[in-house]
């Protein structure tokens, strides 16, 4: 099985400054046949059910803010919030979708500083 | 409008059974990967088991064994049965759907609110 680890644990940045949450797998999520990494990054806020933000690493689904942008490839990814909001809040998951069992990484807590 | 909306969670002792009920709305259950995900108190989320749109099933070596995912298609209701429980299987519970198929088919893009089951005796 793949296992996803995430870094930090917690992290407090201020309101406008920029966030950065690490993401590693296992072993490589890149599928060379499709030349896309089978990555998923989700948004959790308390009292709700996760939210999807980025698909593929770095595609930004409708309707998430472009303050929010994935990268990355292979084992080592990266979700950055360029200039962090207060609604912004939550714990950050990443995902790997690439076989099954699609393992969650731990979580990151994002709080304002 | 997509709506996934749990049920059937509650107390249940251990080494007991329970099922757990997701009726969707807005597609059908068997266009789509669907998705069991677990949440325990305070905890990360754990992904369970995908029936995908051709019936396939796979699940989490934490549960393999033990729980077994199934749809009904005709009241478009996906099902997660529940045996032989453990206090750790303590969680809420979310049913997620994926895509209609072919690469993007595991990318869960709908969540219910999700249901809690507590295993306590």
């Known amino acids: 099985d793949i296992v996803m680890t995430q870094s930090p644990d917690s992290l407090a940045v201020s309101l406008g400054e920029r966030a950065t949450i690490n993401c590693k797998s296992s072993q490589s999520i890149f599928f060379h046949s499709y030349n896309k990494n089978y990555l998923a990054w989700f948004q959790q806020k308390p009292g709700q059910p996760p939210k999807l933000l980025i698909s593929?690493?770095?595609t930004r689904e409708s309707g998430v803010p472009d303050r929010f942008s994935g990268s990355g490839s292979g084992t080592d990814f990266t979700l950055t919030i360029s200039s962090l909001q207060a609604e912004d809040v939550a714990v950050y998951y990443c995902?790997?979708?690439?076989?099954?069992?699609?393992?969650f990484g731990p979580g990151t807590r994002l709080e304002i500083k | 409008e997509v709506q996934l909306v749990e049920s059937g969670g509650g107390l249940i002792q251990p080494g007991g059974s329970l099922r757990l009920s997701c009726a969707a709305s807005g597609f059908t259950v068997n266009s789509h990967y669907m998705n069991w995900v677990r949440q325990a108190p305070g905890k990360g989320l754990e992904w369970l088991s995908v029936?995908?749109?051709?019936?396939?099933?796979f699940y989490a070596d934490s549960v393999k064994g033990r729980f077994t995912i199934s749809r009904d298609t005709s009241n478009n209701i996906l099902y997660l049965d529940m045996d032989t429980l453990r206090v750790e299987d303590t969680a809420v519970y979310y049913c997620a759907r994926g895509g209609r198929g072919g690469i993007a088919a595991p990318l869960v893009d709908y969540w219910g609110q999700g249901t809690l089951v507590t295993v306590s005796s």
């Open positions: 995902q790997h979708y690439y076989s099954t069992p699609w393992t």
């Open positions: 029936m995908y749109s051709g019936g396939s099933t």
């Open positions: 593929w690493a770095s």
